[in-house]
């Protein structure tokens, strides 16, 4: 491997870890501000981090690697993730924000179990246990994926054992972490978000005019390799079709239940902010959707048989690029992984401290999170190392998995509690989220999913069990809801 | 050979229409009140 790549990597990386730091510089004072930067990021921030978060290292090894097998049907995807972002930057952004500031919520969690317990004049704390559990749960697998990423970008362009990039990636990734709290994860995410985005603007523009011929001469032989990488369906016709659409559909829906992105809408300076942050989104699901679909195509011409299509894009660019911009390049990827590993860490860090809070039944200092904090991220990226090095064969699948389960918890849930409160109680909430991410992981374990995506009918389990275990266990609530907290949204 | 005309809507007429849905979603749906930061409503 060439020094040159070294040194673009390196420096990258230190311009990172600094900013980072300087960024988290009394980051810590309070809670509030550890975990919420006190609510004063602006749009560009607040909307690159959100698109950076939600896409990760799975934008350039996932997503690149299913194009790269299944062609253009990979593009539902980008539908079911336009639709998402319409639902989640148009409707619930404005309302995420501004109910998490009415009942000083921290978190998606915090805002769920506040609200609730507002409504129906309750002091539980049975959702923010719970919601908190799922979040780690599903979290840990999570980010062992993005570890999994940087395994196989590193392996793909050094000549070094896998689980050795991947120890290296997982040591890097979780220091940098360490260093700050939210407001570094932000100012990061800005940076290395708009980075990933001119990469996979830029990356398939000039392979596919510069090198393959344009766009008509890609396209015919796309075609002749195989006539399927130009059909929206894969070749599946009638009703296997139809269920493959809908579940690429609920699947980009679901980015509403998504804590890790719906936490950059409770974090927003003011509505005028949000209402940048969608049109920025908009170009940011563009740029990362059919940059990832086309990057896989390319990668289809140029290098027809790989044994995992994974490696499609670190392979790629490591044997046509430059080594300037195989180390530019390389970087990129890094910033996807840790934009997305540092905001899930944080997330499943505020979860943690929120199951500390409730089992011990007591707040603690200001000093007291911020070291709590650190112990768990230590711990949380321990194990989503050891996981990683368990060989997860595919990044694809189990971000999948993990983003079903958390979309089916809180997805169905977060509809209810900000838009119809009066429907659900306490104990729909819990068994709703509950019986979602269950339904949702047993559908994908008895391999049902070759039919219909998990998130189908997990989300459908979700939505009946709020509505049905709320209507039958309203008598059991002396208080009625309180109207005047409802009148807003309902 | 011509291109498939799925990969022209794909490409091309997906992305208008995906800037057309949020514009239209940020000016006609209704959003909340901006709240003040003791949680009144400032309209």
Redesign the interface.
């Given at each position: 491997m060439n020094f040159g790549i070294i040194a673009v990597i390196l420096l990258y990386l230190a311009g990172v870890f600094v900013m980072g730091i300087v960024q988290g510089k009394g980051g810590g004072k309070s809670e509030k501000s550890y975990f919420t930067g006190n609510r004063t990021f602006g749009a560009w921030p607040t909307a690159i981090s959100a698109g950076a978060t939600n896409s990760s290292g799975w934008v350039f090894i996932g997503a690149c690697g299913w194009s790269y097998a299944v062609g253009?049907y990979s593009?539902w995807m980008?539908?079911g993730f336009?639709i998402g972002?319409?639902v989640n930057?148009?409707?619930m952004a404005?309302?995420i924000r501004?109910e998490s500031?009415?009942?000083?919520a921290l978190s998606i969690v915090d805002l769920l179990n506040k609200k609730i317990n507002a409504v129906w004049k309750t002091t539980g704390h049975a959702i923010t246990l719970l919601g908190a559990c799922i979040l780690v749960l599903f979290f840990l697998p999570y980010m062992s994926t993005q570890l999994t990423s940087a395994g196989k970008t590193i392996s793909s362009i050094v000549d070094i054992n896998y689980n050795a990039a991947l120890v290296l990636s997982g040591v890097f990734v979780i220091a940098y972490c360490f260093g700050g709290g939210y407001r570094s994860v932000i100012y990061t995410d800005l940076v290395q978000g708009l980075i990933m985005m001119t990469i996979l603007i830029i990356a398939p523009f000039v392979t596919i005019f510069f090198i393959l011929g344009g766009?008509?001469e890609f396209?015919?032989q796309l075609?002749a390799i195989d006539p399927m990488f130009?059909?929206?369906a894969h070749g599946a016709t009638g009703k296997a079709g139809v269920s493959l659409v809908i579940g690429w559909l609920i699947y980009g829906l679901v980015t509403i239940g998504q804590p890790q992105v719906s936490q950059r809408f409770v974090t927003a300076k003011?509505?005028k902010t949000l209402?940048t942050v969608?049109?920025i989104?908009?170009l940011w699901?563009?740029a990362t959707m059919?940059g990832s679909n086309l990057i896989g195509l390319c990668g289809r011409l140029i290098m027809p048989n790989l044994p995992d299509p994974e490696y499609v894009f670190p392979r790629m660019v490591a044997a046509h690029l430059p080594d300037a911009a195989v180390g530019i390049i390389i970087a990129a990827i890094f910033a996807a992984i840790m934009s997305t590993y540092s905001s899930q860490l944080m997330v499943a860090v505020q979860a943690v401290v929120e199951i500390m809070k409730v089992v011990n039944k007591r707040q603690y200092s200001n000093t007291e999170i911020v070291h709590i904090s650190r112990i768990v991220m230590l711990i949380c990226g321990a194990l989503s190392l050891a996981i990683a090095l368990m060989k997860i064969d595919s990044v694809f699948r189990l971000v999948n998995y993990a983003w079903n389960g958390v979309g089916a918890a809180f997805a169905p849930l977060m509809v209810f509690v900000l838009f119809f409160p009066k429907r659900v109680n306490p104990q729909g909430a819990f068994w709703g989220m509950l019986l979602g991410p269950v339904v949702s992981t047993g559908w994908y374990i008895a391999g049902y999913n070759r039919y219909i995506s998990e998130i189908v009918p997990g989300v459908i389990v979700a939505c009946c069990a709020i509505y049905l275990v709320s209507k039958l266990t309203e008598g059991k609530y002396a208080a009625t809801p309180n109207m005047e907290l409802m009148s807003?949204?309902e | 050979m011509e291109i498939p005309i799925m990969v022209t809507i794909m490409y091309i007429v997906m992305p208008i229409c995906h800037v057309l849905l949020f514009r239209a979603g940020l000016k006609y749906i209704p959003w909340p009140p901006e709240q003040d930061e003791t949680g009144g409503g400032a309209g």
């Open positions: 253009l593009m980008y539908v336009a972002g319409f930057y148009c409707i404005p309302y501004s500031k009415k009942y000083d766009w008509g396209w015919r075609v130009a059909q929206y003011d509505n209402r969608a049109m989104g908009v699901t563009m059919i807003e949204t | -």
